[in-house]
């Protein structure tokens, strides 16, 4: 059978009530309320514990109310303190049964909100990674733009240039076509034909004899008229 009773320091008692030396008499505390409402309390459940434990002394126990911790603590050296009574006990393990649970739920949201951290944190950095690979792709994708421009740049301008040389000797062979359209010959720049002339014509040293005869007489020019005979 249970104690019904147990004797605690006062110190403890006085600690408990008064709030004095709340550090050095924690483990005292923590052991007389457990022992009053019959329960195991961990360390986040003791202050409901001790509240409601404390609401019941002063109930009792009105005088201790207006007692300072002095006058409390010269009463005695120890105190007997009783186990509390069913129905109130009864009350304790409802209010501490969903205290537990809210503890529990606020446990499982802590834990899924740090897994929720932890990818987050894993995707901020695969996104990161992402930004920094985009950006040097978007980096050489700017380079080779430009680099394939500047080769554009030069292709066309070699092709106007060729195109130029082609167009120039289109012109050149077109004046070469008119000039056989009206001469009959072919016009070489650099006075070719007219050697060529030149040359049938003193290669014989004779004199050439032609040309339209004259309006008062049958005859053609005069081949004697030339100091070349």
Known sequence: MAEARKVFPMNAFVSYLKGVDKEGNKKGVAEMVGFMTGM???????????????????????????????????????????????????EVNAIFAKLT????????QAAKLAKVE?????????LKDVEVRMKAAEDKAKRLEESAKDAGEKVIVASEAKVVEYIGKVDELLKMIED??????????????????????????????????????????????????
């Open 40 to 90: 195991e309390i961990d360390a986040e459940l003791a202050p409901f514990a001790a509240a409601l434990a404390k609401a019941w002394i002063y109930e009792q126990h009105p005088e201790l109310v207006r007692m300072s911790s002095g006058e409390l603590g010269a009463t005695a050296q120890n105190v007997s303190v009783a186990v509390l009574p069913p129905d109130v006990v009864a």
């Open 101 to 108: 649970d809210s503890k529990k739920t606020i446990d499982e």
């Open 118 to 126: 932890a990818e987050l944190a894993e995707k901020t950095a695969i």
């Open 180 to 229: 056989v359209k009206k001469h009959g010959v072919v016009t070489v720049s650099g006075g070719g034909a007219a050697a060529a002339d030149g040359g049938a014509s003193g290669g014989t040293g004779e004199p050439v004899v032609g040309g339209e005869p004259a309006a008062d007489f049958g005859f053609g020019s005069d081949a004697f008229a030339t100091d070349k005979w």
